[in-house]
């Protein structure tokens, strides 16, 4: 791994509360999957083409994914998220500990808000209006989670509620309700896809989807964008590493929509590989985490600046394009 995402998570580790640490560190069940999200990368190999006269892009391909509760990681949380996110899209989580407004104020480049549908379509309905009003310019829907993940580490440290002060701000006074309402999952249709697409002008990407026949679904959705995600190994510790579920995904939608992968993107190569097969742009969730809690805005700053120059590297080495017959299997 590249020495500076490597020391950060371990000033990380030695700085935060080891019960938060395993909050965001940890996976569901035997965690499984949570490795082999960084494995899978490892299990392929990329052929570089030469002498083609191109070197780099200017694009970036990377966006931040939601994670949750960035207060537990730094006192200014997802306000130093944003302000490092400079114009990297920021997907800000609905359980931020800042309410969504202040994310979208502090950040100079877009952010997409992250949304688990509520059973009570009145909170669901609020959220959208907020996340419009506050500037967001995408809507992603989670749709991985008809259930909490069941994370040994947080039932081990007995963590199930945050420490006094802290709260998941976006869900204050919804729906005549006062103080933060709890999050709930529950398990949704397509209908309500539907429904919520009818409710805003926005983008509506789905984020969480592994199956080609759900990837196809959403296109016949409408939605404007899938993230194939495992939610980082969190939800359900039998399927295979995002960078496994991405080809058949990436077969199946033929370029209609964007994809974005997430889980286990640690490196230029990484993301490099990932574009190889397929994907749009790649998501970041726990690096971003590390670097926050090390050494706040500037520690997100780092995270993304070494990202950045290593991708751009690697896409020099590779003759600045990149496709799927430089993808191998690494023996
Ligand atoms: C601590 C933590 C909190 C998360 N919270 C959310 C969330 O609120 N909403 C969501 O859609 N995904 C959430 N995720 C999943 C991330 O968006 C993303 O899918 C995952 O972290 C990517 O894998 P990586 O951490 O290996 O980069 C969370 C992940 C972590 C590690
Ligand atoms: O921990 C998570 O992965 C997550 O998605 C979440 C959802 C709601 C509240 C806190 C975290």
Same mark, same amino acid.
């Given at each position: 791994m590249n020495p500076v995402l490597a020391e950060l998570h371990d000033k990380a580790r030695a700085v935060l509360d080891p019960v938060h640490y395993d909050f965001f560190a940890g996976g569901v069940g035997d965690e499984i999957v949570l490795a082999d999200n960084e494995a899978a990368f490892r299990r392929h190999a990329l052929l570089p083409r030469v002498l083609r006269g191109k070197g780099n892009s200017a694009e970036f391909p990377v966006l931040i994914s939601p994670t949750a509760f960035h207060k537990l990681a730094h006192p200014d949380g997802e306000l130093a998220t944003a302000r490092a996110a400079e114009g990297t899209v920021l997907v800000s989580s609905m359980a931020s500990t800042v309410p969504i407004a202040d994310v979208v104020a502090a950040a100079t480049g877009p952010v997409w808000f992250q949304l688990y549908l509520q059973p009570d379509p009145r909170v669901t309905e609020a959220l959208v209006r907020r996340a419009e009003q506050a500037g967001c310019e995408a809507l992603v829907v989670t749709v991985d989670s008809p259930v909490f993940g069941r994370h040994r580490r947080d039932i081990a440290n007995e963590f199930h509620d945050l420490p006094s002060g802290l709260a998941a701000e976006n869900m204050r006074d919804l729906a005549g309700v006062a103080g933060p309402r709890d999050i709930e999952m529950a398990a949704f249709s397509w209908q309500d896809v539907d429904r919520l697409r009818a409710s805003t002008s926005l983008p509506v990407w789905l984020k969480g989807v592994l199956h080609p026949a759900d990837a196809v679904l959403a296109v016949g959705h409408g939605v404007a964008g899938i993230f194939v995600s495992n939610h980082g190994g969190r939800?359900?510790? #039998? #399927?295979?590493a995002a960078l496994d579920a991405l080809p058949a995904v990436v077969k199946a939608v033929g370029g209609r929509v964007p994809l974005v992968l997430d889980g286990g993107v640690r490196s230029g190569g990484d993301i490099a590989l990932a574009l190889a097969m397929g994907a749009s742009s790649v998501g970041i969730g726990r690096p971003v985490l590390w670097g926050l809690a090390a050494d706040g805005e500037a520690g997100v700053h780092r995270v993304l600046g070494v990202l950045r120059d290593e991708f751009e590297h690697v896409l020099a080495m590779c003759g600045g394009e990149l496709s799927h017959d430089m993808v191998v299997a690494r023996c």
């Open positions: 939800q359900l510790d #039998v #399927v295979p």
